[in-house]
Each structure stands twice: as structure tokens, then as C-alpha cells.
């Protein structure tokens, strides 16, 4: 049963009290589930897992999205949980949630984890997200899906894996106006963060998928390259959705990076 912030954000909190806190951010589309076999990995830290507005058990959002709403969805929930500071792990937009966040709220950001996350994307392939977020937003968020999931998820995984079936289900579970919302941020949110004045100089790892197609390694790459000292790490063959199919390969190299970081 998840426990609920004062703006009706669902999350669950989990881990020793005094340890450091990992804030986790899903991806659009999806829910706070999505972290769940990483339980054991992250056990020595205090874990926060939410919901972004309008997601899993979240209500829509307080006003119209943008990355700065996410933004501050979090630091709300830090000071409801009494975390003075964070690592913020976040997939997808939930990578760029993460990066506003370090914009906006720098004293409160211990590290960054960014998976999987878009960057300048160029004209072409700007076109067609955004081409995307508007076809969700006349038709729902179904409208994308089957598609998406081809993207996501390897072809051989794609017909055995039971996250499939999960991320349908999480799908199917959206408010369709926040869920329409959240996918233009995905689509748009990207050119506030490209080279940010000032720079984001929290200790930062950047992680993608060989064949990630909407968050490529040149787009890590990129991003590693605008924090300074920030590693990078690009899992071979899966797709985005790799760390459902393969999260093991996601949690060694993060609790590495957390551990040689820790203060």
C-alpha cells in the first residue's frame, strides 16, 4: 500500500532511515513499479519510489507540465520525507526530470544517475517525437503503443518477456490529459537542458543502450560531455527498455558508481 504526499503523490519508502536517500523517477507511460527488482540492489540506501502526476496511483498534475512541475514534485517530496539532500536516478524523462532538478534545486542533489534519456535529438528526429506527442494527444495514449514497443524492447523479448505484458498494464492506467502532457515535456523539455548555464557539476553517471533508438549513446555522449566528470555507460544490444529486460546490467555498474561516490 503506498503512502501518500500532501499533493496526493503515491510513493513508497523503503531502506534503513539514516542511510542516504535514492530518489527514483520513472519513465513516461509507466509507474513506480518499475524499480521494484532493483529492491535488493539499492537495499543500504532509504529508497523513494513515486508516481509522477497523473501516473500509477498519482493524481493528474496541479497545473500544466513542464519539467519545472516535476522538478518540484520532487523537492515536495523530499520535504515531506525530511531528505535534506538525494541521488536522483531517473529513466527516460525521468533523466531530464533529474537534470531540471539539478537546475533548479542544486543544493539539494547529492548525485545524478541519468538512463536512458534523450538529449538534442537534431531537426529530423525532433520532428517525429513531437509528431508522436500530437498523435497521443488526438487519439490517447494507446495511440503510440504498439510501435513504442518495438522500440523498447528487443524482438525475442519483445514476444516472451513478461515486462511486456507490465508496461501494457501501466499504460492502460494513465489519466490521458496528464499522460498527453507528460509526452510533449518528453518531446520539448530536451532544449532547455542542452548545454545549461550554469552546468550541472554534481557527480553524475550517464547510461544508455547500444540500440536505444530514442535515447542513443551519441545522445549520452552528449550529455556526459556538458557535466564535467561525469562517466558514461552503454549497455551492448538492448533497446530502451533494457533495464526491464536486463536490469542486473543497469545495477552493477549504478551501485558501482554510488559506492565509489558515497560520501
Known amino acids: 500500500m503506498s503512502e501518500r504526499a500532501p499533493d496526493g503523490t503515491a510513493y513508497d519508502l523503503t531502506g534503513p532511515k539514516d542511510a542516504p536517500h535514492l530518489v527514483l523517477i ?3 507511460g509507466l509507474s513506480r513499479h518499475l524499480w ?5 540492489d539499492f537495499s543500504a540506501y532509504r529508497v523513494l519510489q513515486y508516481d509522477l502526476y497523473g501516473h500509477g496511483d498519482s493524481p493528474p498534475a496541479p497545473r500544466k507540465a513542464d519539467l519545472r512541475l516535476f522538478s518540484d514534485q520532487i523537492a515536495g517530496l523530499m520535504d515531506h520525507i525530511g ?9 527516460s524523462i525521468g533523466g531530464m526530470i533529474n537534470r531540471r532538478f539539478a537546475l533548479d ?4 542533489l547529492d548525485r545524478l544517475v541519468i538512463l536512458n534519456s534523450p538529449h538534442d535529438r537534431g531537426d529530423e528526429a525532433q520532428k517525429l517525437v513531437e509528431d508522436r506527442a500530437a498523435k497521443v494527444r488526438e487519439q490517447g495514449p494507446d495511440a503510440t503503443l504498439p510501435n513504442a514497443l518495438k522500440r523498447w524492447f528487443t524482438e525475442s523479448y519483445l514476444f516472451t518477456g513478461a515486462g511486456v505484458e507490465q508496461v501494457r498494464e501501466w499504460r492502460f492506467r494513465v489519466d490521458p490529459d496528464s499522460y498527453a502532457q507528460t ?3 518528453l518531446a520539448n523539455g530536451v532544449r532547455e537542458l542542452i548545454a545549461p548555464e550554469p552546468a550541472i557539476t554534481a557527480p553524475s553517471l550517464v547510461m544508455t543502450c547500444e540500440k536505444d533508438s530514442g535515447s542513443t ?4 555522449a552528449s ?12 549497455i551492448p544490444f538492448l533497446q530502451h ?3 526491464i529486460e536486463a536490469h542486473e546490467a543497469f545495477a552493477t555498474p549504478i551501485l558501482d558508481f554510488l559506492k565509489r561516490t558515497d560520501p
Open 36 to 40: 521494484q527488482p532493483f529492491g535488493t
Open 83 to 91: 531528505a535534506d539532500t538525494a541521488t536522483l536516478i531517473g529513466f
Open 241 to 243: 527498455l533494457g533495464l
Open 183 to 185: 509526452a510533449w515535456v
Open 105 to 108: 534545486h542544486a543544493h539539494r
Open 217 to 220: 549513446p551519441a545522445m549520452s
Open 223 to 234: 550529455i556526459a560531455a556538458e557535466i564535467p566528470g561525469a562517466e558514461i555507460q552503454i
Open 26 to 28: 520513472h519513465g513516461l
